[in-house]
């Protein structure tokens, strides 16, 4: 295949492959020009119909060339005018899907914060002029572009200003950046090129991604940005016209004609067909026909059109239909008179069809005003120039140039000078905008004029959204339906929800939908903008936050002998827990009934360094304590220990744990491993915003303390043998006493406290003496670690619930048969009202109950629900609860659960059926109370 | 992201504040007194106005204070022209 590269147009050959096919090409090529300049036409396939798809556009907002990448890393839908081409490119093609990659991403995404004064978006024209000007103010500013190379659409369209070309222009004008000094330096100025910016959120923080060079540090970068004033300069989108086979492979945006030819030098074609609305495609058509494309016709529907540049223009004529070559890329194209009969076959007097293998389009210009709209910008139609443009503006944004609707070169030099002076001045930076530009540009020849779709009988190819292959005639079905929104029509049509977000299509399905409905554009509007602006891989967004990195990980000081020791790990919250200890050849189960018995028969130890811990503490810690627990703290000795239920004001329970009196004005208070955090808040959020007088301070202190907790009727000999200077009997040392005592050699605090029923103590030492502590736990030889699946099946035989696991926020103290932890007393407390709101104080409440399934052996799974009967009537099936805890106990020799089931107290001893969706029959459990071991609590002195 | 004016610590970004709802709902001073319906007044029933609120924030991940805002819940608009909401610190009894 001959190369369509413009003659004189050089540079460092690159090697790609396509399709199974290998090209050349030349670097600073996307793959869309590399593509082309191989003639290559059909570059994918519509998803749905399987037309053939060429290049459209020539950068973001392009609809059909989307191809998957395949090396040196799969990435799915992409645009080939963005690709980038570089040595060893391997893509393909794609029917509008792609596939993910089948291995782990090995480059490495991360993430920057950045302030400024003045936020320039797009380094075209307007915006290198805005920068320039706020940067010279001494403002901090940051300029952001999407391209490779700065200058916006001059490569594109090769105009000079100041006498030099657009890029030279552009460079001189960043090195002018890179030179200006600030105090004691350079100035703040920072240029990010391949930067998009895709989201402008409130209080002026944009989010931008940046494609990094190859050698970076990172493959893609994340830009937050916080600018004090935006000035948007996002240029404009050439509009697309609705006409029947305006799909085709050859049929291109004209402004995407004459970048390729311009930036790239490569002719998308040999001989073209131009139709336009207006004069920007006469640049356009004269671009081409100096670099060698044959101009066939220019059809303006314009009546007025004058001949121009020695084109042969007809005036008032439109583009009525094309027809696709062997390769199914567009051979020639039908033109007939503006208003004739020209959607029917016979053809009306005018019709004319004309050999090319390109068809230019030009239907106007969109502003992009994509983030102007996300920032709560509204948008105004400007008849004149049939476009949505930006109006009111919410936040401190400018927006400058063509995406303010100024198209002349001129003009959107000069608009982005003012708009960079404005958001300098709003800042606080005094600046200068007087400068005048030197530009060449054509003389305006006739005013544009508004043509969003060519009549037809027949509107089936007549491409909406060529991604969605969305057609005018799908919008008319909407319309037909009664869809008067454009939402709804989006929505029924599926027409600007692709990965290009509507970029082309958006406004046009708006036109339609008016033409349809009978309503004046600007008054149905567009859908809403929303971010992000360009799709934006998950990688980049979750940036170095993935894998160990995603979540702090919180491990105890003993953590290294937990992992030495073969201990398998639960997450609790951030904590990293021990769960079980398999010994050699044991299972799950197998370990967890062995560390059980081990509890229940001798002595057991587990790492509750974990259980949050805050420090309360004035001359009123009791008074608050008094009222966020529901029972009464006050009255509880120094020297002992209380447990205590805390209920959010609702009455439902939050928060479980015990308060250790330290001193009259002192206590220690802990809460359950995930709640640490949120029950601080709690006393914090009371203490500052309804009680400021009571004299307390909150500490978290969880991280202070390592906690083992001993348990088992041989606990009190190896405290004891570690304690030697602790009289451990039970009447020196009571059930919910704590005493200060050297243990191993430590100074710790040691708290008895029982989660399982057995004698237990809870040793508690400075953190870093955690290891040492338990190390000569273990050395006594009696001792059994166990994890936290053992500490649940210990408490759970014992009724304890677990708040957050046998709760769900929906269940009050007397839900869970503990009215004993309600004081009687107190006048008020948090939640106390709540007890006696009608639905509160309902017997038939769901009730915290036991469950023994009559097959001993069977484990009920958690979640599961609970029915009256066997026989399951037709659905809704009345469910009268749910199965919140279950596991096998060593003690009883079976299976047991927890559960919540409605007047569960009234129904201990009934059978009830609980349904596991196996296709099996629901399987029957005895209702039992929640205490299944040691109710009488004998064990709890040893 | 919302830049939210911390009356200790400046304007930071919203993600290190906490949302506390409506302002101005003091827990009533004898809840006993109260009748049902007025209890479930002050749990359940909260201002959603389009436009001004007056609204508790804590900045949870900085000075962990709370404080009073108003905020247009439209526009995401501070304090401007609010008759009694500008930012306080401190008690929002």
Redesign the interface.
Same mark, same amino acid.
């Given at each position: 295949m001959t190369s369509r590269r413009r003659d004189g147009h050089r540079g460092e050959t690159l090697r790609f492959r396509f399709d199974g096919r290998d090209y050349e090409g030349l670097r600073g090529d996307t793959l869309a020009a590399a593509l082309l300049a191989n003639g290559v036409r059909t570059v994918a396939t519509s998803p749905g119909l399987g037309r053939p798809r060429g290049v459209y556009a020539a950068w973001t907002e392009e609809p059909n060339a989307i191809v998957q990448v395949e090396h040196p890393f799969p990435e799915p839908m992409l645009q080939a005018t963005t690709v980038e081409l570089y040595d060893g490119l391997v893509a393909r093609g794609l029917p509008g899907r792609g596939v993910l990659a089948d291995r782990p991403d090995p480059a490495r995404y991360d993430a920057v914060h950045a302030h400024c004064d003045v936020l320039v978006v797009g380094a075209g024209p307007a915006g290198l002029a805005a920068a320039s000007v706020a940067a010279a103010s001494g403002a901090r500013v940051i300029l952001a572009d999407d391209r490779p190379v700065a200058g916006g659409s001059l490569p594109d369209t090769a105009e000079t200003v100041d006498g030099v070309s657009g890029a030279v222009w552009a460079s001189s004008v960043l090195a002018g950046l890179a030179g200006l000094a600030g105090p004691g330096g350079p100035a703040d100025v920072r240029v990010l090129h391949r930067t998009t910016v895709f989201g402008h959120y409130d209080d002026n923080y944009l989010v931008a991604v940046e494609r990094r060079e190859e050698g970076a540090a990172s493959r893609e970068r994340i830009w937050r940005i916080r600018a004090r004033r935006v000035v948007l300069a996002t240029g404009a989108h050439e509009r697309p016209i609705a006409f029947a086979g305006n799909d085709l492979p050859g049929v291109m945006l004209a402004g995407a004609a004459r970048a390729y030819a311009n930036r790239y030098g490569v002719l998308a074609g040999r001989r073209a067909v131009v139709f336009t609305t207006n004069d920007a495609a006469y640049d356009a058509a004269r671009d081409l026909a100096a670099a060698g494309v044959e101009i066939a016709a220019v059809a303006d529907v314009r009546r007025g059109a004058p001949a121009r540049d020695g084109l042969e223009v007809l005036a008032g004529h439109v583009v009525t239909g094309t027809a696709g070559g062997s390769d199914g890329s567009v051979a020639s194209v039908t033109v007939a008179p503006a208003g004739s009969s020209a959607g029917s076959s016979a053809g009306g007097s005018g019709r004319r069809e004309i050999e090319a293998d390109l068809l230019l389009v030009s239907g106007g210009w969109n502003p992009v005003a994509h983030l102007f709209s996300q920032s709560g910008g509204e948008l105004r139609y400007d008849e004149a120039l049939s476009a949505f443009l930006p109006g009111k503006s919410r936040q401190a944004v400018e927006v400058a140039g063509a995406a303010r609707g100024v198209f002349t070169l001129a003009g959107c030099l000069e608009d982005g000078a003012a708009a960079g002076a404005r958001a300098a001045e709003a800042a606080g930076f005094p600046a200068a905008a007087g400068r005048r530009f030197d530009v060449a540009e054509p003389e305006p020849m006739l005013p544009p004029e508004a043509l969003w779709l060519v009549p037809a009988d027949d509107y089936t190819t007549h491409f909406v959204d060529l991604q969605r292959e969305v057609t005018v005639a799908g919008v008319l079905r909407a319309t037909g339906a009664g869809l008067r929104s454009v939402e709804h029509v989006k929505r029924y049509t599926t027409a600007g929800t692709a990965h290009d977000q509507g970029k082309l299509s958006g406004v046009l399905t708006s036109a339609v939908v008016a033409h349809a409905t009978g309503v004046e554009i600007g008054d149905l509007g567009t859908t809403t903008f929303r971010a992000p602006y360009v799709p934006v891989s998950f990688a980049a967004l979750a940036g170095r936050d993935r894998g160990a990195l995603h979540d702090p990980v919180r491990v105890t000081s003993l953590h290294g002998w937990h992992v030495a020791n073969g201990a398998l790990f639960e997450n609790v919250g951030q904590w990293k827990r021990p769960w079980y200890y398999p010994r050699d050849g044991e299972d799950m189960e197998t370990a967890v009934l062995r560390e059980c018995r081990a509890v229940r028969e001798g002595a057991g130890a587990l790492d509750a360094s974990t259980l949050g811990k805050i420090d309360v503490r004035g001359p009123d810690a009791a008074e608050l304590l008094d009222r966020l627990y529901t029972n009464m703290m006050s009255t509880l000795k120094v020297g002992s220990i209380r447990y205590g239920v805390m209920c959010r004001a609702d009455g439902m329970v939050f928060d479980d744990g015990t308060v250790i009196r330290l001193a009259e004005d002192r206590f220690l208070v802990t809460t359950t491993t995930g709640n640490a955090a949120p029950v601080l808040d709690w006393m914090e959020e009371w203490l500052q915003t309804e009680w400021p007088s009571l004299r307390v301070y909150c500490t978290s202190v969880t991280e202070h303390w390592a906690t083992v907790a001993l348990a088992g009727p041989g606990s009190r000999a190896v405290l004891a043998g570690l304690a030697p200077g602790l009289a451990v009997d039970n009447a020196s040392f009571p059930f919910m006493t704590w005493r200060d005592a050297e243990v191993a050699g430590l100074a710790a605090r040691v708290c008895r406290i029982s989660f399982s029923g057995e004698l237990a103590y809870e040793i508690n030492v400075n953190a870093w003496d955690g290891l040492t502590l338990w190390e000569a736990v273990q050395a006594t030889g009696v001792v059994t670690p166990y994890g936290t699946e053992t500490m649940h099946v210990l408490r759970a035989e014992k009724g304890y619930p677990i708040i957050g696991q046998d709760t769900d926020g929906t269940v009050t103290p007397a839900d869970l048969g503990m009215d004993w932890v309600v004081s009687k007393k107190k006048a008020d407390f948090v939640g106390k009202r709540s007890f006696s709101r009608p639905d509160t104080a309902r017997p038939d409440r769901k009730h915290l109950v036991g469950l023994l399934p009559e097959d001993p052996s069977l484990l009920l799974p958690e979640g599961a629900h609970l029915v009256a009967d066997a026989g399951l009537p037709e659905p809704p099936v009345p469910v009268l609860g749910h199965v919140t805890s279950s596991y096998r106990s060593a003690a009883l020799g079976r299976t047991f659960a927890l559960a919540l089931v409605r007047g569960g107290r009234d129904r201990v001893g009934d059978r009830l059926y609980a349904p596991l969706g196996d296709g099996g029959d629901p399987v029957p459990v005895t209702v039992t109370h929640h205490v299944l071991y040691d109710p009488e609590g004998a064990r709890r002195d040893g | 992201? =919302? =830049?939210i004016p911390c009356p200790w610590c400046g304007p930071r970004?919203?993600a290190e504040f906490?949302y506390?709802g409506q302002a101005h709902v003091?827990?009533?001073g004898?809840?006993?007194a =109260?009748s049902?319906e007025e209890?479930?007044r002050? =749990?359940f029933f909260r201002a959603n106005p389009k436009g001004r609120l007056d609204e #508790?924030w804590?900045h949870?991940a900085g000075c #962990? #204070?709370?404080f009073t805002l108003t905020r247009d819940t439209a526009?995401?608009e501070f304090g401007t022209g609010s008759g009694n909401g500008s930012v306080t610190g401190?008690?929002?009894?």
């Open positions: - | 992201m =919302l =830049l970004d919203e906490h506390g003091a827990y009533p004898d809840p006993a =109260l049902d209890w479930a002050y =749990l #508790r804590s949870a #962990r #204070r709370w526009t995401n401190g008690v929002t009894a």
